[in-house]
């Protein structure tokens, strides 16, 4: 889909192409402290879907959502007072916490799966926070590597794992910290991944121990992320021929209730999957039945199927 890869300069020049190529929906990696991010416009459905699939992904784990300052972090997360003293102390810097989300926030439900959290970093690295500036939005970014690779710690890096599939690359040469950041979810505070941030400097801040009883694959309360976003309504997989008062969420040129990519993009299709499971709901009413096409199981169509799996597992 981007058969040339753009390498991009650190100077004025292209951190505005690479804004302006985020602004397009366009994915473009960038360096921060810890390693490069694959970054895409965290608001825009289509700009995550593209993420998910560049890296190959096989689930829609959500992402960090990166801000240039604790003022913008304030307007989509709600923050207590120990999220406050947590962000004097290490913002900017290696450090993402986990906090509840703002309801008016603005970010795709991609980003954060469908929770009622969202993870938020701001990173110190000055290309970033440039980067960050010029864009004048939140941007999500995982590391810029294929899913299960190794984390870039260097342009080369990136161009050897997603050359072709990502539409730049800001080269800022080589990050200092090279791990990934620390991930904290709070009340209470919980280690979710150890990082560039040392768990000490946190527990000292914060005068407490901090429990590691969490989970990084099963975010907030383990098991909590199947339900958290089941429909209301019963879900039926790979349905030719809906039965009679079934609503059907359909996939290519079929006249379904719902279509998710009458055009059959896997990526397209992706972008509407929240927002289209949210509707069938809708007009499916409490005890309604949704039923839902086959969908291809390569490429994106695997995060897509894994996410309806779990909407239509059996409820407990
Ligand atoms: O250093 C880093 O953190 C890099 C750079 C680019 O900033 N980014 C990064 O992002 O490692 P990513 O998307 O690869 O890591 C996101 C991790 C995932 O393992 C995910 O499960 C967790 O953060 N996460 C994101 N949102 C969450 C949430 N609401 N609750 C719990 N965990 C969450
Ligand atoms: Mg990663």
């Known amino acids: 889909m981007n058969p040339h890869t753009e390498l991009i300069s650190a100077d004025p020049a292209g951190i505005a192409r690479a804004a302006t190529l985020l602004k397009g929906g366009d994915l473009v990696a960038f360096p921060t402290e810890t390693v490069y991010g694959l970054g895409g416009d965290a608001r825009s459905d289509i700009a995550v879907a593209r993420i998910f699939d560049a890296k190959g992904r096989p689930r829609f784990n959500p992402l960090i959502v990166h801000l240039p300052s604790v003022k ?16 004097d ?5 290696p450090l993402t916490l986990v906090l509840p989300r703002r309801p008016d926030a603005g970010l795709s439900d991609l980003v954060t799966a469908g929770l009622p959290t969202v993870a938020i ?3 110190e690295h000055p290309l970033a926070q440039a980067l960050l500036r010029a864009f004048g939005g939140p941007l999500a970014a995982p590391s ?37 950041s620390t991930i904290l979810a709070l009340d209470p505070p919980t280690l979710l991944r150890p990082g560039g941030l040392p768990a000490e400097a946190i527990e000292a801040c914060l005068g407490t121990r901090l429990s590691s009883g969490g989970n ?3 975010p907030t309360a383990p098991g909590q992320l199947a339900s958290h976003y089941a429909p209301r309504a019963s879900v039926r997989l790979n ?24 055009s059959s993009d896997l990526v397209e299709a992706a972008a509407n999957l929240f927002k289209t499971l949210r509707d069938a709901d809708r007009q499916a009413g409490p005890k309604g039945r949704i039923a839902v096409a086959p969908i291809p199981n390569h490429g994106l169509g695997r995060a897509i199927n894994d996410r309806l799996r779990r909407a239509a597992a059996p409820r407990s």
């Open 144 to 180: 810029a590597n294929p899913s299960g690779k190794i984390s870039p710690t260097c342009a080369a890096h990136v161009t050897e794992g997603l050359s072709g599939k990502i539409a730049a690359i800001l080269d800022g040469g080589a990050c200092a910290v090279g791990v990934e």
């Open 72 to 87: 913008a972090a304030r307007q989509i997360a709600i923050f207590s007072p120990e999220a406050d003293r947590l962000a």
């Open 216 to 218: 990084i694959t099963k």
């Open 239 to 262: 349905v030719t021929k809906p039965a009679p008062g079934e609503i059907w969420l359909g996939y290519g040129p079929i006249g379904a209730d719902f279509n998710l990519s009458p």
């Open 121 to 123: 970093r701001i990173p």
């Open 89 to 93: 102390a290490f913002w900017p810097g």
